[in-house]
């Protein structure tokens, strides 16, 4: 199979269904944006940190791949015909969030209270994890600009908006995990 199918040399891609719009739509803007943050994700998981925040950070991203399958979606095409059986994209449900609340409540446990802003940084995994949470913040916002726009389950919104949560919970506790210094914000 080849990679390269030169549909899209006139700045035009096919959504799931194959209706075409312009690269800059704002349907990929969002799930392109999902797309950055799988692989942000996937740095985190490479980087020397217990296994399981590796294993939680793979479900994350098998969920990612999920988003961006609905969002790759357009609402008249979420059922496509395949011959006599009807495909359907997975759905997130909201057990997806409660795993990343209960996730962020066990790290939550040990960790010392925040009294100030912390600076991003610490280590190349604490790091990673800042920028992580940064991609998914802007996905979060293409995502409710995309929902502006056109139908977009509101489960996919919170999620993302816990996911960064997730993400900020997970800077810390490898923070407190391995040792780094967590600096404070401390304003002029």
């Keep these: 199979m080849k990679i390269y199918t030169k549909t899209g040399d006139a700045g035009e891609t096919s959504l799931f269904g194959g209706e075409r719009v312009k690269k800059y739509n704002q349907r990929l803007e969002a799930y392109g944006t999902i797309d950055e943050l799988n692989c942000h994700i996937g740095l985190i998981s490479v980087q020397n940190i217990p296994q399981n925040y590796k294993h939680e950070l793979v479900q994350i991203q098998n969920l990612l791949f999920t988003i961006g399958a609905m969002l790759a979606t357009p609402p008249s095409k979420e059922k496509l015909k395949s011959g006599e059986d009807r495909l359907q994209i997975e759905k997130l449900s909201d057990k997806d969030v409660l795993q990343l609340e209960y996730s962020m409540d066990h790290m939550n446990e ?7 802003f912390i600076l991003p940084g610490g280590n190349s995994a604490v790091s990673f994890c800042h920028i992580a949470r940064t991609v998914c913040r802007r996905a979060e916002r293409m995502i409710v600009k995309l ?3 056109e139908p977009v389950l509101p489960i996919i919104i919170t ?3 816990r996911l960064s949560d997730y993400l900020f919970v997970l800077a810390r506790k490898l ?14």
């Design 110 to 116: 040990v960790l010392p209270e925040m009294t100030h």
């Design 147 to 149: 929902a502006d726009e």
């Design 175 to 188: 923070t407190f995990d391995q040792h780094a210094e967590e600096i404070k914000w401390i304003s002029r």
């Design 159 to 161: 999620y993302i908006n």
